[in-house]
């Protein structure tokens, strides 16, 4: 079976269905998803909006990026480290 990948918006927007008086079983029925997956969206976006979470999502990227940068650098230190230590 082929998962879907759901934007924050629809995320936001089935949290809010369940909040709304519908039961997470029903909402998660109508819309395809697992149980768990409905209470792990809920733990990591339950109390935001949309804005909230498109900054969150906006700042995993950027800190992805930095984490790509800090490896990089490391790996160009630990190289010129290594050839500042060999003697010709």
Do not use: P
Request: charged share 35%; glycine share 4%; with cysteine.
């Amino acid at each position: 079976m082929k998962r879907k990948v759901h934007s924050v918006e629809e995320i936001i927007r089935i949290l809010r269905q369940a909040d709304g008086g519908e039961t997470a079983q029903a909402v998660c029925r109508e819309h395809n998803i697992s149980a768990q997956t409905f209470y792990r969206w809920q733990q990591k976006y339950g109390g935001m909006d949309l804005a909230d979470a498109k900054r969150l999502k906006e700042l995993e990227k950027e800190n992805s990026e930095l984490k790509k940068m800090l490896a990089e650098s490391m790996l160009n230190i630990r190289v010129l480290e290594e050839v500042n230590s060999k003697k010709w």
